[in-house]
């Protein structure tokens, strides 16, 4: 079955401190893409970075970067220098090639950043 | 530039009374999607369309309708709201390629009284 998981429900970091987030994966397909999304307490879903599965460098855009372990089907979105402006929700999620154009998404992170 | 424009942004109904939420895109994508979220929930999709072809997610109340009259355009009707209907409504958009994100609009929040 394909499927997302974070089993962080909430993080706390301290500003200027980089922060992990996990999020594990499972499919049988060999072509697939992973997202990550930023949803603050206004409601927009913000996408931040994507990796595909033939890729072999880690992803990376700005502060963010995302480590991918494809043989642990992990892709853990890595945040450097955090702000304050991070403080939001977190999800994870995946596409198939097969996967009739559905995005399958993880439960999600709270993520606030301390001052 | 928006690309992805929901409107209303909230929206209060009454308790049975059929409401409409749009939403409508500017980047010609040939998918597009209805989420319902609900507070620190992940997105449930409703339905997706890719181009006209409808695609009903099996656990989509009846109660939940929807319309995609053309590229640009498509509607969320919910024809008798009830009190656990009330949520986040995401629209979205995709190019239709696996290898590709999901465009979101800003959400309508859907209030039921």
């Known amino acids: 079955a394909q499927k997302i998981t974070q089993t962080q429900p909430g993080m706390f970091v301290q500003e200027k401190e980089a922060v992990t987030l996990d999020c594990t994966y499972d499919?049988?397909?060999?072509?697939?893409?992973l997202f990550w999304y930023k949803q603050p307490s206004s409601g927009e879903m913000i996408f931040l970075i994507y990796?595909?599965?033939?890729?072999?460098q880690n992803a990376t855009e700005g502060r963010y970067s995302l480590n991918f372990q494809k043989a642990r089907k992990s892709a853990n979105l890595v945040i450097s220098a955090s702000q304050l402006g991070d403080s939001a929700m977190y999800f994870c999620a995946m596409s198939l090639r097969k996967g009739t154009y559905k995005y399958i998404f993880g439960t999600g992170t709270r993520l606030k950043v301390l001052a | 530039d928006a690309m992805v424009i929901q409107n209303p942004r909230y929206q209060v109904t009454q308790f049975g009374k059929p409401v409409t939420l749009s939403c409508s895109q500017t980047l010609n994508h040939n998918v597009m999607y209805w989420y319902q979220q609900k507070s620190s929930q992940a997105p449930k999709l409703l339905f997706h369309y890719y181009d006209k072809d409808f695609n009903n997610e099996a656990d989509t109340p009846d109660n939940f309708q929807s319309r995609r009259p053309n590229t640009s355009f498509c509607f969320l009707d919910i024809r008798s709201p009830g009190l656990g209907d009330a949520a986040m409504y995401l629209c979205?958009?995709?190019?239709?390629?696996?290898?590709?994100?999901?465009?979101f609009g800003p959400g309508t929040r859907l209030t039921v009284t």
């Open positions: 990796q595909g599965s033939y890729d072999e």
């Open positions: 499919t049988s397909d060999q072509s697939y893409g």
């Open positions: 979205a958009t995709s190019r239709g390629d696996y290898s590709y994100e999901q465009y």
